[in-house]
């Protein structure tokens, strides 16, 4: 086991990429608070856990209050806190045109504020067990998709936040602060995001090669695998670092064989 006797908050936790990592963790010896907005989803992952082997909080996490209950969740059910897992985020859709100041607001409480707001409930706590901070972005943190305005900048602020806190809790307090930039990953929500956008039932079973190169994008069970290493005391004093997930280079992509798939418009 890689997390023995760990404590670990995992917010979004009973869907998707966290509820991967949440039951990862626990299969690696590690206690759990699971976190998230479905109660039923939530019970039945502290059914599958088995006793004694993760907390549940169902609350939005951008709530006032709402990062320090998790905390202290956390405390009464297994009397410390090792590590903070940020991953509960809005994945939505907006470009400029769609994009008010409210809209972005809302965005920016629940996949920026909160993993801020959550880190500094448990500074006291992890300070004691020399833990950790993993925050959960994604590669659109970079530029992102056109349409994907308020996410991308939410996600970017996140990974500046990572940085700047993983340099400086490291040096005073020995709090190691990283995060993964996930790419495209097949959770329950993106793909019945993109069946709402119009694709058909079994979209990700053929995906062009400019999108997935390998012939099939991440699954979360991969990201939660790659999380054990950040949360684990193999990561060592390695901290303020942003490693992407994906299977092609975010920067500097070979550009697709078929240039046919390039639309050229007139000078």
């Not at 859709?93 to 996949?111: A, K």
């Not at 995001?193 to 099939?216: E, F, I, M, Q, T």
Request: glycine share 8%; net charge positive; charged share 25%.
């Amino acid at each position: 086991m890689r997390l023995p006797d760990k404590v670990i908050i995992v917010t979004g936790s009973t869907t998707g990429i966290g509820k991967a990592i949440a039951l990862r963790c626990i299969a690696e010896g590690a206690r759990v608070v699971v976190t998230g907005l479905e109660k039923d989803l939530g019970k039945a992952i502290v059914k599958e856990a088995g006793k004694g082997k993760c907390a549940l909080h169902i609350e939005d996490i951008s709530v006032d209050g709402a990062p320090q209950r998790l905390v202290d969740l956390a405390l009464q059910s297994f009397g410390k806190l090792d590590a903070v897992v940020n991953n509960a985020a809005m994945v939505v859709s907006s470009d400029i045109q769609t994009t008010d100041l409210t809209f972005l607001r809302r965005v920016m409480e629940v996949n920026t504020l909160a993993p801020f707001a959550l880190i500094k409930a448990a500074l006291p706590y992890l300070r004691k067990t020399r833990g950790s901070v993993l925050n959960i972005g994604s590669v659109n943190a970079y530029s992102g998709e056109p349409g994907l305005l308020a996410y991308s900048i939410s996600k970017g602020a996140l990974m500046t936040m990572t940085r700047n806190l993983g340099d400086t809790l490291n040096r005073t307090d020995r709090i190691r602060v990283n995060q993964i930039n996930p790419g495209w990953v097949l959770t329950e929500t993106e793909a019945d995001r993109k069946r709402k956008h119009g694709l058909s039932k079994d979209w990700y079973k053929n995906l062009p090669d400019v999108y997935a190169p390998a012939g099939r994008i991440l699954s979360p069970a991969e990201i939660a695998a790659a999380a054990v290493y950040w949360l684990s005391d193999e990561c060592g004093p390695v901290s303020g670092q942003v490693v992407e997930l994906e299977q092609y280079p975010v920067i500097g992509r070979n550009p697709p064989k078929d240039m046919s798939t390039i639309t050229k418009t007139d000078d």
